[in-house]
């Protein structure tokens, strides 16, 4: 399946859940309130799937756009209702109800995101140790004396198990623009509290090299320049090039990491290289041309050769973050909230013009995501349904006329007031609602038109 394809399926089956989802949650509640369902739909337009089924012969429903879903409830606002089912329509509802029945699609897509983090968290989340590999001079990061080798054990007393812990504490310090205190584990086992000031940094910063921006570079594997697997036909094969080879210099550039050699490789393409390199102790010399690649950045060179890999080599950088059954519990509880925070802080930045509405991705990029975390495997592709799912949560509880947020924004009116919303002033802001809806979505495309096409 080509990576175009795997990507579309991705984004739909992760789309149709969180979808499913949601709408599950507005339509089981309607239905335990006592108001008839008439319409349960998966996606706009034309209906690829339809079935009929109940007492009330509700109506199932899966369409070919799969960028959005409803659940029709009998109302008298929308067409006549017979008299021995008054009871039974939406608008007849206290306001109780109402108001459950709206926030219970939202709500269930947080309920999921809490089951998805609680899913990875027993399984584990594997990355890096939050260990220092190298601090940038003349940086905040540099101020603290920490030293490479030194390992960021915990934020603000939690853990940080993983160098991904690490980096979303700092993105929330960021959004939050304050200090955050760091305990450091030196390679003799002694800890020391450091405090690290980062108000200073603003929300664009997130989205580049944030871990840079700070001071430093996390510890990484660094594998010698010895050749692993060859690719069948490739320049390396041809130049006869075997595995086990280590690769020495070419004229005076010595080589001490598989990095530098394959950077160097990949800034001469089609050039003729005369390469040293050791083989069963001894010297000797090889031809090698790179072949020329396009890509999105330019033109590299590439040979089709991979490195060895010793073996344990990554073992010591390797960490996973896991909690027993229980105690995933709090953690998938505290993750789900961190993330609806986060969230809301970023929609504010944008809203206030202090980060760029550049970071608003539409489908393009959420169908990228998609195929690259499920390429990665469950646990990626789990956690990008949580995102997600809180991101729809968040996004469909603002005060926005056409969201589930329009809709209790009217029902707390109505709690104050009295008395329902008048039917004019709901149509105006439905308008406003759909020109918002429709600014948000034009800039969305936008946004990955000019990041993936621009």
Do not use: C
């Not at 034309?46 to 899966?62: C, N």
């Amino acid at each position: 399946m080509s990576g175009i394809l795997y990507s579309i399926v991705s984004f739909i089956v992760a789309l149709g859940i969180l979808i499913a989802i949601h709408e599950f949650g507005h339509y089981w509640v309607a239905r335990k309130a006592g108001v008839k369902v008439l319409k349960f739909a998966i996606g706009f337009g034309r209906p690829l799937w339809k079935k009929t089924r109940g007492p009330d012969r509700t109506e199932y429903i899966i369409a070919a756009i799969p960028l959005g879903g409803y659940v029709k409830m009998l109302d008298e606002r929308e067409e006549p209702v017979a008299p021995e089912e008054v009871h039974r329509a939406f608008n007849r509802k206290p306001l109780s109800s109402r108001i459950a029945i709206v926030a219970a699609g939202p709500l269930a897509n947080f309920l999921f995101a809490i089951f998805a983090y609680w899913i990875v968290f027993v399984i584990g989340i594997p990355g890096l140790k939050p260990t220092v590999g190298e601090v940038l001079p003349a940086s905040d990061f540099a101020q603290l004396q920490i030293q490479v080798g030194d390992e960021i054990s915990a934020i603000d007393g939690n853990a940080t198990p993983t160098m991904e812990s690490v980096r979303m504490a700092f993105v929330e310090a960021v959004l939050a623009q304050r200090t955050i205190a760091l305990k450091i584990t030196s390679m003799d086992d002694s800890q020391r509290l450091v405090s690290l000031d980062l108000s200073a940094y603003v929300p664009d910063d997130i989205t580049d090299d944030l871990l840079k921006k700070i001071g430093f570079i996390p510890a990484r594997p660094v594998l010698p320049p010895v050749i692993g697997d060859l690719q069948a036909g490739g320049a390396a094969e041809k130049a006869g090039l075997l595995s086990g080879d280590k690769i020495i210099a070419i004229g005076d550039k010595h080589f001490s990491t598989w990095t530098e050699w394959a950077n160097f490789i990949r800034a001469n393409p089609e050039k003729s290289l005369q390469v040293a390199i050791e083989r069963q102790g001894q010297v000797i010399q090889v031809q090698v041309t790179p072949a020329t690649i396009e890509t999105k950045s330019g033109v590299i060179g590439r040979i089709g050769a991979a490195p060895l890999v010793p073996e344990g080599l990554f073992e010591q950088y390797r960490a996973t973050q896991e909690y027993s059954i229980f105690a995933a519990i709090p953690q998938a509880i505290a993750k789900t909230w961190d993330m609806s925070i986060l969230t809301l802080r970023m929609l504010w930045k944008m809203l206030v013009g202090q980060a760029s509405i550049e970071n608003i991705s539409g489908p393009i990029s959420i169908a990228s995501y998609a195929g690259q975390s499920a390429q990665f495997g469950l646990v990626p592709f789990i956690s990008f349904l949580a995102i997600i799912s809180v991101s729809l949560g968040v996004l469909n509880l603002l005060p926005v006329p056409v969201l589930d947020g329009g809709h209790l924004m009217y029902y707390i009116i109505e709690f104050f007031k009295g008395s329902p919303v008048s039917e004019e002033m709901q149509i105006t802001g439905q308008k406003i609602g759909i020109v918002l809806l429709g600014g948000l979505m034009f800039l969305a495309f936008y946004n990955d038109i000019n990041r993936f096409f621009g």
